[in-house]
């Protein structure tokens, strides 16, 4: 293995130990803490998994949780009703409601109907606009955390050829605003883009966000590339159990790349202290309290 492993896990801990200090210094000056409001509709076991991870990394950094765990059968009205109860609560500065909805839900009435100020999932139309057009919103917590792992491996951006292979409102297209806001030149590839590998070989930086297990091939890449893996797919293993994967051919593509992240341990921790980084500027600017700008 020649490239550089991009440790997300460690980057994670460094962004939620400095999140923690300036909520220590956000308690101390307006009397209360961050807080965050999570809802759960329904018993999906992966969903309550990633709701309990984001629970515990709120408590971590001296936040306040508010969980709101609702059954399968919960109508369109009364999470409405819900939401708009949160989006009135001066305790809550971050609304995330746990995606899929059940079917009688309409996910995208639900998303638009969080204030744009409390969507710190950065999902609503009102946020998706803003990042558009450059303007301050809040960004989608998974892109968001493959940036901050880009500036630090590779610094300045600017420049840089970008092949973003996913196209999805999530990750691939506002990492692709994202990289534009950076001044790389981007390309949105996707699973029917023609000749893709020639596509991917153009491009400084990759970053992997289709859905396939080891898609992305060593050899489709530049020498050097700098690969940011988002997927997460399981798959089975040789003791009948199974494995996670990401995009990427991890093995085949570490050999060519000069930077990647490892599936798990890569972008996911990023995408939880995203979610910390993104209530807390929620209340500090609902507070007029100024932070640190690094975040």
């Not at 199974?242 to 995408?271: E, N």
Request: proline share 6%; aromatic share 4%.
């Amino acid at each position: 293995m020649n490239a550089r492993l991009i440790d997300g896990k460690a980057a994670a801990l460094g962004l939620r130990q400095c999140i923690g200090g300036e909520v220590n210094r956000f308690r101390e000056a307006v009397g209360r803490a961050p807080g965050l409001a999570t809802v759960l509709v329904g018993n999906d076991p992966a969903s309550a998994v990633y709701v309990s991870s984001k629970k515990r990394a709120t408590a971590e950094a001296g936040m306040l949780s508010f969980a709101h765990e609702l059954p399968a059968t919960t109508t369109q009205d009364e999470l409405v009703d819900l939401v708009d109860a949160l989006n009135a609560d001066p305790a809550v500065d971050g609304i995330l409601v746990q995606l899929p909805l059940p079917a009688q839900i309409d996910e995208l009435v639900i998303i638009a109907r969080i204030s744009p100020d409390k969507d710190v999932d950065g999902f609503s139309p009102v946020n998706a606009g803003r990042l558009a057009i450059g303007l301050h919103g809040f960004v989608p917590c998974t892109p968001l955390g493959c940036l901050y792992l880009l500036k630090q491996e590779l610094g300045d951006l600017a420049g840089l050829n970008a092949v973003v292979i996913g196209r999805s409102n999530i990750v691939g297209k506002p990492m692709a605003l994202l990289l534009l806001g950076e001044s790389c030149t981007v390309t949105i590839a996707h699973s029917r883009t023609r000749d893709l590998p020639e596509v991917v070989r153009r491009a400084d930086i990759v970053v992997a966000a289709v859905g396939r297990p080891a898609m992305v091939k060593g050899e489709w890449l530049k020498p050097g590339a700098t690969v940011i893996d988002v997927g997460i797919n399981r798959i089975p293993a040789e003791d009948g159990k199974s494995r996670l994967v990401g995009d990427v051919d991890f093995a085949s593509a570490s050999d060519l790349a000069g930077a990647i992240t490892p599936v798990p341990g890569g972008v996911g921790p990023m995408t939880i202290a995203c979610l910390i980084r993104n209530t807390f500027v929620s209340a500090a600017r609902r507070e007029g309290f100024s932070y640190e700008k690094s975040l």
